[in-house]
């Protein structure tokens, strides 16, 4: 997965996880590590960037029934605690 994660940018944004949702353990990252190259590959700057905001948030709302929460005249809170949401 790559993330905006709150690690520190050693870990390039990079978090393994396995197929249950969980985090690797230190045996699949070493096993992960062998097979990469001890160095970048020369891509550095070899990138393109892409709004996904409109996208996501699109596809997000298709699995909410708004009309059903308007109804409800429910009182949310929302804190996203310094985390990647807190922008939008």
Do not use: W
């Amino acid at each position: 997965m790559v993330t905006g994660s709150h690690h520190p940018q050693g870990y390039l944004c990079l978090k393994i996880r396995m197929g249950d949702g969980s985090t690797a353990n230190q045996d699949v990252i070493e096993e992960l590590e062998e097979t990469m190259a001890p160095e970048p590959m020369g891509i550095e700057g070899q990138y393109r960037t892409a709004d996904i905001i409109p996208d996501y948030m699109q596809a997000v709302a298709s699995f909410v029934d708004a009309e059903a929460i308007r109804a409800a005249h429910l009182r949310v809170v929302v804190d996203p605690m310094g985390g990647a949401a807190r922008a939008i």
